[in-house]
């Protein structure tokens, strides 16, 4: 079993949308048709996202860490989406658990929307039609591209490789370790969803000192006393070896 | 959530069609047993079968702008194994084709009508429990995952198709106004009850999410700061029904006291003085308490992911 999924790192996210514009980017211009918008350089912008880029203040000031939160569609390995679907456009794919709206069924009553904790359910309100984040499912495949670009247009856009595509069934891939490394974790565990994509934690990176080791312990010199001192004509050790 | 009025039309609607027909039927149960008054086919049960597909199909109308395609409404009968709007789209036509047959056989004075009828009540019930089910499936939708939703969609579409039938009764139905109006109190204050309840309940709910679930990080001090953008966005729009809580008390009291006491009062007073008008008032207001019960129902219901929309920035 496959189970393709993103990890996303917020020890390293820098909250810089470059994953929300080229995961739009490379979504509006897909065969599925145009992630609509309305008012974009007007009042009231609005439009159709697979991704968004949250920031979120932890603690209070002045001791704040700022958490940027990329979140897109999670694709749960028991999405509560799929199931209420009366159409079954709203599916799960048994090949790689890349959770899809076939758009050409879709009747657009935003029931899986309801049906989703994580709000990440878009309506295109041109279309009518549900729009969610596909993985990249038009790109992860292509064989036309190079193997290294076939990924979802966000992670290959993020600059600080905060994203990673994998799959998490596989012991050994990238993902797999830094899940089981960095202590990765799933969105709200508490409705039973098993969320595929993942989030690795904030890391502070510490170093830690103790008193007794800024001075050695068995210095020598407090062991001993001080060395005696040689004089001022004494040859010193450049004196031998310079010439 | 935001409410949404083709869904309040389609649920209110079909409800009063459903107890207008479970009332049709009791009563030629009842003629049968020498219990009731035997009523004339045309009159009585055609058209109160008419009356009652008229409200179905209103509703189903209204359905219709529920959805973003409706031409493609036909898919949805999909997926009836994993999805209870699937079975509510299947079952409202049948109960609707059950009502027609039920209705035509009287109006043609066919007989054997006690069959298909029951078949209707059949139907009838399981559509009540499909559209609940619709709503007390969502599990994290914590205000509607409870039986008690199912039963007060139940008890709620029982009281006013009676008191509908009640009033109907008195216009063309002899000798029963009485045991329709008495139905009608006992499903009221039944529903009533049921209704309260889920009001207590839902007051004492405590969210299983939080922003420290939501977002993954352990610390009692989390606060949006940006949503991802500055207009708004299907999330923004579809799951908050507005800004403050005052209108949602005003519509629990206004739901309240217009579904229940005062269609109550005009029930039993209608009955007393056989007075239509009054039956027909007390329908009409306790339709409209039940569109404010259905705007509550929707607006009380709050939506975790509504935790990733706080703050604009």
Redesign the interface.
Known sequence: MTQLALVIDLNVCVGCHACVTSCKEWNTSGEAGCLSDDNPYDRDPTGTFLNRVQTFEVGEYPNTQTVHFPKSCLHCEDPPCVPVCPTGASYKRAEDGIVLVDYDKCIGCKYCAWACPYGVREMDEHQKVMKKCTLCVDRVYDGNLPEAQRKPACVLACPTSARLYGDIHDPESAVSKAIRDNGGYQLMPEWGTQPANHYLPRRKTEIRIHRDELQRADNPLKIDGLLPKPGVKAPALDDVTSW | ?RPAFSVILLTTLIGVGQGLFLALYAAELGAMFDLLPVQDGRRFFAAGDALALAFLTAGLLASFF?????E??W?????WR?????RE?IVLPAFMAAVFGHGVSHYFGLGGTLMPGALGVLLCLVLFVCTGM?YA?????QEWATPLTVVNYILLGCASGFTFATAFAAAAGPGLTETFGRCAVAFTLAALCTRVASLVRNARIKP??S?Q?????K?P???????????????TR??FYGKEASPLRAVKWGFLVLTFPVPLALLLAGMVIAAAPLLAAAFAIQYLGLIAERWFFFAQAS????L??QAIS
Do not use: D
């Open positions: 959530m529920h959805l973003g395609r409706p493609r409404a898919r949805s009968a999909a997926m994993t999805s209870w709007l699937s789209v619709i499936c969502l599990k994290f939708l299983r999410s922003l679930t939501a977002i993954g990080v610390h001090r989390i606060a949006q700061k940006a949503e991802g953008f500055m207009g708004g966005s299907f999330n579809e799951f939506h975790p992911q509504n990733y929309y």
